[in-house]
T-cell receptor
Framework: AQKVTQAQTEISVVEKEDVTLDCVYE???????LFWYKQPPSGELVFLIR??????QNEISGRYSWNFQKSTSSFNFTITASQVVDSAVYFC???????????FGAGTILRVKS | ETGVTQTPRHLVMGMTNKKSLKCEQH?????MYWYKQSAKKPLELMFV???????ENNSVPSRFSPECPNSSHLFLHLHTLQPEDSALYLC????????????FGPGTRLTVT
């Protein structure tokens, strides 16, 4: 069975602080895909990134960076110099090689205060 | 219109009503999904369609009935719902099945009274 755990239910930071959102996954597939989504208060989930299990290179996109470590089955997400607009619920998700569906974690609520 | 649209955005219905939620994607994708998001619960996948064929039905009660007339449109027909069915219903689409990223609509906030 596949499982995604986001142990942090809620995180509060002050603007300009760096923040890391943790994601730990379980799967027996050798090929799998990991995703991060952002859900702002408006409700729509916004796709942020997809990584496949063979690509362990870390990725940086502006203030966002992702650290994928197969050895610890983790795919953590860091926001540098957080801003109020980053306040949202962030979901980590997993898909197997032949799966028809994404398995989502419970989400982490990020509150960035000015 | 671009992306994934959903109508209505808000819906209040009684337990004896029949209503439908509509989703339309303008991305040329082959797969479409319905999710339910309740307060303090993980996202629940309800149905998956690929090329207009249902490929996943996650033990959803029969009071929810999906319909996919073509690859751009997806409906969720609702009848005799229960108050616990009140939730945000999200539609998504992807190029193909789930190893591709999914693009979500804004959701329909459903309240069952």
């Amino acid at each position: 069975a596949q499982k995604v755990t986001q142990a942090q239910t809620e995180i509060s930071v002050v603007e300009k602080e760096d923040v890391t959102l943790d994601c730990v996954y379980e799967t027996r597939d050798t090929t799998y895909y990991l995703f991060w989504y952002k859900q702002p208060p408006s409700g729509e989930l916004v796709f942020l990134i997809r990584r496949n299990s063979f690509d362990e290179q870390n990725e940086i996109s502006g203030r966002y960076s992702w650290n994928f470590q197969k050895s610890t089955s983790s795919f953590n997400f860091t926001i540098t110099a957080s801003q109020v607009v980053d306040s949202a619920v962030y979901f980590c998700a997993l898909s197997g090689q032949y799966g028809n569906k994404l398995v989502f974690g419970a989400g982490t609520i990020l509150r960035v205060k000015s | 219109e671009t992306g994934v649209t959903q109508t209505p955005r808000h819906l209040v219905m009684g337990m004896t009503n029949k209503k439908s939620l509509k989703c339309e994607q303008h991305l040329g994708h082959n797969a479409m999904y319905w999710y339910k998001q309740s307060a303090k619960k993980p996202l629940e996948l309800m149905f998956v369609y690929s090329l207009e064929e249902r490929v996943e039905n996650n033990s959803v009660p029969s009071r929810f009935s999906p319909e996919c007339p073509n690859s751009s449109h997806l409906f969720l027909h609702l009848h005799t719902l229960q108050p616990e069915d009140s939730a945000l219903y999200l539609c998504a689409s992807s190029q193909d099945l789930a190893y591709y990223e999914q693009y979500f609509g804004p959701g329909t906030r459903l309240t069952v009274t």
